[in-house]
């Protein structure tokens, strides 16, 4: 009898302790993943639209990453900063580089941050605004002295065993 | 040594105590069901402030590319996996050449809904 009611009593508690972590991990997957997904895309969002054009820094972009010139980083009152999409590990990076090391073009300078992870997808486009069709093309790469009009990115990520797309356009006020 | 003296715990004292432990059980489980529940209507609300940020990101493209955006209301849902939120738009006159354009998203049949606002130029 007593082993009977210890028995019963041992198997309430474990499986009291296995829902609680199970919902802990569905807690974790999900409630994470999509607020800092929200936070970083408004981070680009304020990246993007403070750049400007300048001597020395191009935008440059392709589908996996882009570069532009930017202010008040923390290299430097101007900075180049580029986004790049580290397919393998799923990571968004952010790297900075002061004015004089990206001028040098000294690939190797800089400073790295993962701004957002695990993602499954990343691709950026640009827009090509054609004057003569008074619309844009996306494409799906940009190099020169003067920045897309827009920048949309579209993002796969798994938040709580369930893929996640996000798509954004960010208008660059320097082009308008 | 003897063990007259020990007389141990009656079945009754036994099952009370099985009773109240059960009772603690039933209120963790349930704090489980109400915590999973708040984490779906964070998850909802996180959802519905990812489309709403998007779809207002395509209309101020749109009054970009089409040089403004005339005044009126309309609505949609989104496609793919997110058919189940909806959103509203609309753009009224703010001032000369100048209109505020608002966008509503929510998740359809639910109260709770988001929205945000901005100006855009007055189509030409």
Request: proline share 2%.
């Amino acid at each position: 009898m007593a082993v009977c009611i210890f028995s019963m009593m041992a198997f309430a508690v474990y499986s009291v302790l296995s829902v609680g972590l199970s919902a802990y991990k569905r807690i974790k997957g999900f409630a994470g993943s999509q607020n800092d997904a929200l936070l970083a895309f408004e981070k680009i969002e304020r990246d993007i639209g403070n750049t400007f054009t300048i001597n020395g820094i191009e935008f440059t972009g392709s589908a996996s990453s882009f570069s532009f010139p930017d202010i008040a980083g923390t290299a430097g009152p101007v900075v180049k900063v580029t986004y790049y999409f580290d397919a393998e590990a799923g990571n968004l990076i952010r790297k900075e580089q002061a004015y004089s090391a990206a001028v040098k073009k000294s690939e190797g300078e800089g400073t790295t941050s993962a701004e957002l992870s695990p993602l499954k997808e990343l691709k950026f486009e640009y827009c090509l605004y054609d004057e003569g069709k008074e619309a844009c093309e996306w494409k799906d790469k940009w190099s020169g002295a003067e920045p897309p009009i827009a920048v949309k990115f579209e993002a796969a990520f798994d938040s709580g065993g369930k893929t996640v797309k996000v798509k954004r356009i960010v208008l660059i006020p320097v082009s308008l | 040594m003897s063990i007259t003296g020990n007389k141990g715990f009656t079945l009754i004292e036994v099952l009370v105590a099985v009773v109240i432990f059960a009772a603690g059980i039933v209120a963790v489980s349930r704090a489980y069901v109400v915590s999973a529940d708040a984490l779906g209507i964070g998850r909802e609300s996180a959802q519905a402030l990812c489309l709403l940020k998007q779809k207002m990101s395509e209309l101020e493209f749109s009054s970009v590319e089409n040089d403004g955006l005339a005044a009126g209301v309309s609505s949609g849902v989104f496609e793919g996996d997110d058919a189940a939120y909806e959103w509203n738009c609309e753009v009224r006159t703010a001032a000369s050449k100048l209109n505020e354009l608002a966008v509503d998203v929510r998740k359809t049949g639910s109260l709770r809904h988001f929205t945000l606002a901005t100006y855009v130029d007055e189509k030409k």
